[in-house]
């Protein structure tokens, strides 16, 4: 797993602007997977950043890079709290919810619905998700909008700005480590401005 497919995928996570992103990246071996996972973990737990393993099979991982602080605060919200208490997740900690999560993301094919929790997606619209069976929403972007159409917009921008900044930063040889931010650099960090800027 390099550093530039986490870049691609994770820039807004990386930066701060966003709780959690999901990728998918080809397998060779669990022995190799693990190893990758505590390469970037050993670099980005300092930042504040975690990556698991959710899903592994037919030699592909699905992985979940997210901010466990930020994840922390977005599910103690009482509208999500209300989706998961709903959708029967424990609720004694975000790590044994996001076990329940793995554990309902290998049992189905389907991703659950109640996953854009456990990526800062608003509580509003992932329950317009659910209720509304995927139809009937104001616009589609990194996720389907039935609440507030104007913010989601500018975030969806803010993420896309981010992703291609970091990939630019990359590209003249900026290291991971240097463009993971920690909580207290976000609104100063060159994500952070590209968000002030929406």
């Known amino acids: 797993m390099s550093d530039e497919l986490l870049i691609l995928h994770c820039s807004p996570t990386l930066a701060g602007i966003k709780t959690g992103n999901l990728f998918s990246c080809a397998v060779n071996s669990s022995e190799e997977l693990n190893s990758d996972i505590r390469r970037v973990n050993k670099k980005l737990v300092p930042k504040g950043l975690r990556l ?116 630019r930063r990359i590209g003249l040889g900026m290291t991971l480590e240097q463009l993971a931010v920690t909580e207290r650099m976000r609104d100063r960090s060159l994500a952070g401005q590209v968000l002030a800027d929406h």
């Open 52 to 167: 698991l393993p959710l899903r592994c099979e037919n030699g592909r991982a699905l992985l979940y890079l997210y901010r466990p602080e930020r994840l922390a605060r977005d599910l103690e919200d009482e509208y999500a709290a209300r989706i998961l208490d709903r959708a029967s997740y424990p609720d004694d900690s975000p790590e044994r919810r996001i076990v329940e999560l793995s554990k309902r993301l290998k049992a189905y094919r389907v991703f659950p619905h109640e996953i854009g929790l456990f990526l800062g997606y608003p509580p509003e619209d992932v329950d317009g998700f659910i209720t509304n069976r995927a139809g009937g929403y104001k616009c589609i972007g990194c996720w389907k909008v039935y609440g507030d159409e104007t913010r989601a917009k500018k975030r969806f921008t803010a993420f896309s700005e981010c992703t291609a900044c970091y990939r």
